[in-house]
């Protein structure tokens, strides 16, 4: 019986000083994208599947470019606008203006590349 126990703790000891071990090796931070994590600067994702990127935010505005589902961007503004009987929230970003419902916000950007890859 007092082997059995030994065998035991001894198995167990060798079981809790391996998951100790680091075998992933060395962490290396991607950093080629400074404000990917920098606190206040937000992070979108498109989630419509072709989406008209206006000059000024609205839709009577002449469109500059177009994205596709999955394109990731950084909010350079926000602007709510009345759209009908109701008010809209528009973002902004290098190449122009995009409605809210045509996408996702995030805090930061390893969260908008992790949504990304579940669309």
């Known amino acids: 019986m007092k ?5 035991f703790f001894s198995l167990l000891i060798v079981l809790c000083l391996s ?3 680091n075998r992933k090796g060395e962490i290396k931070f991607d950093n080629s994208q400074p404000l990917s994590l920098e606190p206040g600067v937000e992070w979108v994702l498109i989630t419509s599947p072709y989406v008209a990127c206006h000059k000024n935010a609205g839709y009577e505005e002449d469109v500059v470019t177009y ?3 999955g394109q990731i961007l950084m909010v350079q503004g ?10 809209e929230t528009w973002y902004a970003f290098d190449e122009g203006w995009v409605p809210q419902s045509c996408l996702r916000v995030f805090s930061n950007k390893l969260k908008a590349q992790a ?3 579940e669309l």
């Open 3 to 7: 082997t059995i126990v030994k065998t």
């Open 19 to 21: 998951s100790c071990i």
């Open 67 to 69: 994205f596709r589902r």
């Open 78 to 87: 926000k602007k709510t606008i009345p759209v009908d009987d109701s008010m």
């Open 115 to 117: 949504a990304a890859g």
